[in-house]
């Protein structure tokens, strides 16, 4: 009787093993990227764009997981699509400290406003320029999804291939704006 009972405990132990096992042999999906970035505080001319980017970067993140997921671009691609999203994102981050720096020196200094406000604009512009780019890189890659996850004609190869154009399209966009713009920060510090 106790052989019965060894034998009808290791059956379900050996399936856990076996379980086990192949469950470590799948690759973990990539990490998820915590910001450590703040939102500039209330009432700054930053806030709103940076808002619009973390909104972006969470919806661009899941879609780069179901490109992944879904073998939907070569892992070399989608690495230099996280690349490219996270060098905007703190480009992004640091101008945006950039604007909360000059608005609190505007406030602190009051003759000094009237010489910082241009600036302050010329940089939130450039932040909602930006966010738009980055936006039109997310909405790229939730056309490419969504091109191969449909079953009518929009999911032919032509198709996904004009989809992946226009998000590698929108990537070198983006990656130009952000290179110009922290040359720009640099020539400003020099």
Do not use: C, K
């Given at each position: 009787?106790?052989?019965?009972?060894?034998?009808?405990?290791?059956?379900?132990?050996?399936?856990?093993?076996?379980?086990?096992?192949?469950?470590?042999?799948?690759?973990?999906?990539?990490?998820?990227?915590?910001?450590?970035?703040?939102?500039?505080?209330?009432?700054?001319?930053?806030?709103?764009?940076?808002?619009?980017?973390?909104?972006?970067e969470r919806g661009m993140?899941?879609?780069?997981?179901?490109?992944?997921?879904?073998?939907?671009?070569?892992p070399e691609e989608i690495?230099?699509?996280?690349?490219?999203?996270?060098?905007?994102?703190?480009?992004?981050?640091?101008?945006?400290?950039?604007?909360?720096?000059?608005?609190?020196?505007?406030?602190?200094?009051?003759?000094?406003?009237?010489?910082?406000?241009?600036?302050?604009?010329?940089?939130?512009?450039?932040?909602?320029?930006?966010?738009?780019?980055?936006?039109?890189?997310?909405?790229?890659?939730?056309?490419?999804?969504?091109?191969?996850?449909?079953?009518?004609?929009?999911?032919?190869?032509?198709?996904?291939?004009?989809?992946?154009?226009?998000?590698?399209?929108?990537?070198?966009?983006?990656?130009?704006?952000?290179?110009?713009?922290?040359?720009?920060?640099?020539?400003?510090?020099?």
């Amino acid at each position: 009787i106790t052989g019965i009972i060894a034998a009808g405990a290791a059956a379900p132990a050996t399936l856990l093993l076996l379980r086990y096992r192949w469950l470590r042999s799948e690759p973990l999906p990539p990490p998820r990227q915590v910001s450590g970035r703040r939102l500039p505080p209330h009432g700054s001319a930053a806030r709103p764009p940076m808002a619009a980017l973390a909104a972006s970067e969470r919806g661009m993140h899941s879609l780069l997981g179901v490109l992944e997921r879904g073998r939907m671009l070569p892992p070399e691609e989608i690495r230099e699509l996280r690349a490219a999203a996270s060098r905007t994102a703190a480009t992004m981050a640091a101008t945006a400290g950039e604007v909360v720096s000059m608005e609190r020196a505007a406030t602190q200094t009051p003759g000094s406003h009237s010489y910082l406000a241009p600036t302050i604009d010329a940089f939130t512009a450039q932040l909602n320029a930006g966010v738009r780019q980055y936006n039109e890189m997310a909405t790229a890659a939730a056309q490419l999804v969504s091109s191969a996850n449909t079953g009518s004609m929009s999911s032919s190869p032509m198709s996904q291939q004009r989809y992946r154009d226009e998000l590698s399209g929108a990537t070198d966009r983006l990656l130009g704006w952000s290179q110009a713009f922290e040359e720009l920060g640099q020539l400003r510090r020099a």
